[in-house]
């Protein structure tokens, strides 16, 4: 049974920082292009980055370009989004999500995950 489940959300101010977790079990990590995807009220979900098996390709949204890494640990089957400079906008429910056939190069919003996490909230105020 697959399981991502997702920690680090919570409430900052604008221009403040959070780190997203994301620990999978279930499925051979290295197998799947990892990403985070994102959820607005009353928006469609979005693809925000994600990183290839390898973890040396990466892609990230226009929006959070310059502002979000990520990354992932295949020791601790994890991944991670360090999000600096966060802005209202930024706020969402942001999902973890394994990838079993796709390419992270071709784009996160190209993706279509196998795999989702629960969700963790992130609210930015102004």
């Known amino acids: 049974q697959v399981q991502l489940v997702e920690s680090g959300g919570g409430s900052v101010q604008s221009g403040g920082s959070l780190r997203l977790s994301c620990t999978a079990s279930?499925?051979?990590?290295?197998?799947?292009?990892m990403g985070w995807f994102r959820q607005a009220p009353g928006k469609e979900r979005e693809g925000v980055s994600c990183?290839?098996?390898?973890?040396?390709?990466?892609n990230y949204a226009v929006p959070v370009k310059g502002r979000f890494t990520i990354s992932r640990d295949p020791a601790k089957n994890t991944l991670y989004l360090q999000m600096n400079s966060l802005k209202p906008e930024d706020t969402a429910m942001y999902y973890c999500?394994?990838?079993?056939?796709?390419?992270?190069?071709?784009?996160?919003?190209?993706?279509?995950?196998?795999?989702w996490g629960q969700g963790t909230q992130v609210t930015v105020s102004s």
């Open positions: 279930g499925l051979t990590f290295d197998d799947h292009v």
């Open positions: 990183i290839s098996r390898s973890g040396g390709d990466t």
């Open positions: 999500a394994a990838v079993t056939r796709g390419w992270c190069m071709a784009g996160v919003q190209s993706l279509r995950p196998s795999y």
